[in-house]
Structure formats: structure tokens, C-alpha cells
């Protein structure tokens, strides 16, 4: 999905077609995540409750969710995203990336999803890899600066949730391997690469690329205050005409017998496992998940996929996200769904209630990979209408399994492409909203706020310790009822947490003013009247 060229959907879908994608998929064994990850499923704590729920008798309204992913993600691969291009100074780096984040402010958003791996690269001060050529022009070359603190750090500053974006086994861009960094991996260990349809790509089956890839997500979790990790969609590479993926020997090493095929999904399978344990037991608070491409199965291969005509993940990149899902090695999976209602090959109706179903009492949160960039395209008659993306949301709403959306990509929220995001702002996110909880994460409610006043248009509270943000509901009539909280129909403000012993919010209108405490998992407190 995210090389910054789309591929024609002729060689995503197994049809004749228009349309375009961009590339962002029956069971081997891998070992069951450990005690402090998953709950089971039948004991797993609905991720649309508080800490201290409202009562069962409070109907929440789905047009008001309280608890919805609102993300968008941030491509640092050929400039797509940010930085617009290279050589920029410090300063106009870090004000492109901020007039990212306060227009995914303005549109209700409550994460980003920074790529920080695009090729083997770091968009960060690393030992294990070279910096990314995105920032300067060349790969290997200090930009003088560690971007990634600034980027956590403003992110934060504005109530937005950050997740390191990696792409696991793409190694150069360039199919000259010689002209990468002499320090680069790639050079280091030859014997890794393959050299596919004029890129580099790690060699999945093997066990020290797994070690490596491991190696750089889990350096980044220890040293920096990320949220999440996050991969895309590319695994094995997609297809490329005749082309075959050079791993025999390796196969011949580590098949003992079991079909290419079955093989490489092990590969995967076995990363992916162990990014998850290494994420969780290096911070248990930080989120591991996958945004596969939008097709496990079809019919046609499987009577447990979906009803669809397109490119298989399962069988083309050998990504089994049901797997991932079954096993628990992934806290949520974000399907990349770029294609409209109604589309013969790929229908958004057909495909988003397929990945409903499939996490379905699983304790894996779902979120539907959003195509904004598709919108006012002319390849799709669809992508023409501003109503599309918004039917896609009001859709989600008849599935309670569907926790939020993310959007590809950031350059859209700038443009605003036929007016789509003041549609769905209008119609989806009216209100603020906190994160979904993942309860088996750890975390608990802060301290309920103290000393909360209401004075003139000041609303004020006393600092609760270990409160990353706080919510802020108001009651129009005045009248607090049990269910003030059970949804967002109230909720005005999640106001990041500030230094200081009191926290202030600018209340507007009249009417009661209700204040919560969250941790950084959105563990919520039970909330506080303010006082005249």
C-alpha cells in the first residue's frame, strides 16, 4: 500500500477493472502468546466499556460513539506524507509535521500512525540501521537531529495516541546493493537479501532476519514513549508478472517438509508472534497490530472467505491475518478496505462484515483501513460521489466489532478532497472520542480529579497522578443523570494532560460540567461534578 505508487487494481483484483489499490491476508502452529497478553475471549472486558461503566440500563447511541480509533496514517516513504521532500532544515520538518497533527485535531482524530521504517531505514537516531534517505537525500546521512522525539512528543501534546509504522522485510528501494550504506544490514549480510522485480527484500524464512526485524521494533519501544507498533501490508512481495521470489535455499534449510506455500506463512506467522511478545513484555501498555490488504480468502479458494474477486493475501503474500487473529498475536488488525460499496471484486459491503465476523470474540480489535486518497479520483465512478467515504462509516455502526477507522493518507486531511472530511466530521464525529480499552494491556483509572471548579468560563481541577489526558462531559440542562457519561453525547474535550498542579479547560455555554481522569490506555475514572 505504501510504496507511493497504487497498484492497478488489474493486478490487485482478479478482474478486469479501473479501479486502483494501493498494497497494504489454514492455521500453523505457533506458540499462544503468554499470560500477559490476551484474556480469554469469553472473559475479555467489552472494549467500549469505562472503568467504571454506566449502568447496563443506559442505552449508549451508536451515532455517539464514546470509544472509537479515529487515526491516520503519516508516510515518510518517498515523501508521500512528510516530510514533503528532502534537505529541509529542522525547523520546516517539524512545522509540516505539526500542521498535520492540528488538522487531525480539527478533524476529531485521536491517532497517528508514523512510518519510522520505511526501508530498513530509521527515521530516528539508530544503531541498528541507517538513517532514511527521506530526511536528507541520502541514505546513511545525519540529519542533525533525532525526529522522533519531537514526533511522540507533539503528538502527545494534542491528545493523539503515536504508533511507530515498520515495514518488516523491504531492505532497498534500490536493487543496487552496493550504493546502500557500507553499515546497512543488507551489505553487512548479504546472505539475507533477495533481490526481487528490482527491490531488496529481507528473506522471511530466515531465522536471523526474524532475530533483526525484532531487534529494531524492539529498540524503538524501549527507547522512545510510542503508543503502538504498527505494520502494513507487505510481507512476502506482491506479485510482479513472472517473477518468482528467489528463497529455495532457504526453503530447502527450514521447509522439513511442508509446501513452499505453508512455509512462508509460517514465516510470517513466526514474526509476527515474536514482535508481539517482545513488544509486550518489553512495555505491556504498547498496542502491537497489523493493517493486512482487504481479502484473506475468496470463495472460490476458501468457503470461509469472502464473497469476493480479488487478489488473495493468504495466497499471493502468504499473510494469513486470520491466523493472527485466532493466535492473539496481534492487539488489532486494520484491513485496508479501498474500495467502494457495491464493487463487484472487492465490496466494502461484502468485506467490512467478513472482517467483523472474524474477530469476533477474539479480544482483537477491529479498524477499517479508509481510502481518503481514493476520493475524487475519476478511475471509480464511486470515489467520485463525497457520500461514499461517509456511507462507509454509517455502515460500520451496524457492526459493534468495528472500533474505528484510519485513513490513508495524511495529505488528504490538508486537501479535504470534495469537502469529505466536514461530511464526516458533521455526520460521525461531532463529538470527541476516547481510545477503545484493551483491558488485557494493564493500566487502570487515575485518581478521580479533586477540587473541580467552574468559575466564570474557567473549569479547573486539581492534577490526578498518572493521568495522561482528561475528559471533559457538559450537561446542557443541568441535570446529571446516571447515563451522562454513556456515551459521547456529552463529551465535549479530551484535553491532553498539562504540567502544573491544576488543569484548565475554556467551558463554553452553560449547564453542568462533569470531569474524568485516563490513564494512557483511556482507563477512565469514575467523573466529578464541577463546583460553582
Not at 121 to 126: F, G, H, Q
Not at 142 to 155: K, Q, R, S, T
Not at 165 to 173: K, Q, T, V
Not at 485 to 502: F, I, K, S
Request: proline share 7%.
Amino acid at each position: 500500500m505504501r510504496t507511493g505508487r497504487p497498484l492497478l487494481a488489474a493486478a490487485v483484483l482478479a478482474v478486469a477493472t479501473t479501479g486502483a489499490a494501493y498494497a497494504f491476508g489454514p492455521d500453523a502452529a505457533v506458540t499462544k502468546p503468554t499470560a500477559h497478553k490476551r484474556v480469554p475471549a469469553a472473559t475479555a472486558a467489552p472494549s467500549d466499556r469505562a472503568a467504571t461503566a454506566a449502568p447496563a440500563s443506559c442505552k449508549p447511541r451508536a451515532a455517539y460513539p464514546k470509544r472509537q480509533l479515529r487515526g491516520v496514517w503519516i508516510a515518510t516513504v518517498k515523501n508521500i506524507d512528510w516530510p514533503s521532500r528532502t534537505g529541509l532544515s529542522v525547523a520546516k520538518q517539524q512545522a509540516e509535521y505539526t500542521r498535520i497533527l492540528d488538522s487531525a485535531v480539527k478533524r476529531r482524530l485521536n491517532a497517528v500512525f508514523v512510518q519510522v521504517r520505511p526501508a530498513s531505514d530509521a527515521v530516528y537516531k539508530s544503531a541498528l540501521e541507517p538513517w532514511s534517505q527521506y530526511l536528507t537525500g541520502r541514505a546513511g546521512k545525519d540529519p542533525g537531529w533525532d525526529p522522533l522525539p519531537f514526533l511522540v512528543a507533539e503528538a502527545h501534546k494534542r491528545g493523539l495516541e503515536f504508533h511507530a509504522w515498520f515495514n518488516p522485510y523491504r531492505a532497498s528501494y534500490d536493487g543496487e546493493v552496493n550504493k546502500l550504506p557500507a553499515g546497512h544490514p543488507a551489505r553487512v549480510h548479504p546472505d539475507w537479501i533477495v533481490k526481487h522485480a528490482g527491490l531488496v527484500y529481507y528473506n522471511p524464512g530466515l531465522p536471523a532476519v526474524r532475530d533483526h526485524v525484532t531487534a529494531v521494533v524492539k529498540d524503538v519501544v524501549q527507547r522512545y514513549d510510542v503508543d503502538g507498533v504498527h505494520f502494513d501490508d507487505y510481507f512476502y512481495p506482491y506479485p510482479a508478472g513472472s517473477a518468482q521470489f528467489a528463497d529455495g535455499a532457504a526453503y530447502r534449510k527450514y521447509g522439513k517438509g511442508e509446501s513452499l506455500a505453508d512455509w512462508r506463512r509460517g514465516n510470517v506467522n513466526k514474526l509476527i508472534a515474536q514482535v508481539d511478545k517482545a513488544v509486550h513484555e518489553t512495555k505491556q501498555y504498547v498496542k502491537f497490530g497489523i493493517s493486512p490488504f482487504g481479502i484473506w480468502r475468496n470463495k472460490s479458494e476458501d468457503p470461509t472467505g469472502s464473497a469476493t474477486g480479488g487478489m488473495s493475501a493468504y495466497d499471493a503474500i502468504y499473510a494469513d491475518a486470520r491466523h493472527w487473529i485466532r493466535k492473539g498475536t496481534v492487539d488489532y488488525v486494520a484491513p485496508q478496505l479501498y474500495w467502494p460499496r457495491g464493487f463487484k471484486a472487492a465490496d466494502y459491503d461484502v468485506l467490512m462484515p467478513w472482517w467483523a465476523k472474524e474477530v469476533k470474540g477474539t479480544g482483537v480489535q477491529l479498524y477499517i483501513g479508509q481510502a481518503l486518497y481514493r476520493v475524487g479520483s475519476t478511475d471509480t465512478p464511486a470515489w467520485t460521489d463525497p457520500g461514499e467515504l461517509p456511507s462507509h462509516l454509517t455502515q460500520n455502526r451496524k457492526h459493534k466489532q468495528v472500533e474505528g477507522d484510519i485513513y490513508f493518507n495524511a495529505k488528504q486531511l490538508l486537501t479535504n478532497p470534495l469537502g469529505v472530511l466536514d461530511r464526516i466530521v458533521k455526520s460521525h464525529y461531532s463529538h470527541p472520542a476516547l481510545l477503545p480499552l484493551m483491558k488485557d494491556l494493564g493500566g487502570q483509572a487515575p485518581a478521580q480529579p479533586a477540587e473541580v471548579r467552574l468559575q466564570g468560563t474557567e473549569l479547573s481541577w486539581k492534577s490526578s497522578a498518572g493521568a495522561r489526558s482528561y475528559a471533559v462531559y457538559q450537561i446542557p440542562s443541568g441535570k446529571v443523570g446516571e447515563c451522562a457519561t454513556a456515551d459521547a453525547r456529552n463529551l465535549v474535550a479530551v484535553v491532553p494532560a498539562a504540567g502544573g498542579e491544576r488543569q484548565t479547560f475554556a467551558a463554553a455555554g452553560g449547564g453542568a460540567y462533569l470531569v474524568t481522569s485516563l490513564d494512557r490506555l483511556h482507563n477512565e475514572s469514575a467523573p466529578v461534578k464541577a463546583a460553582p
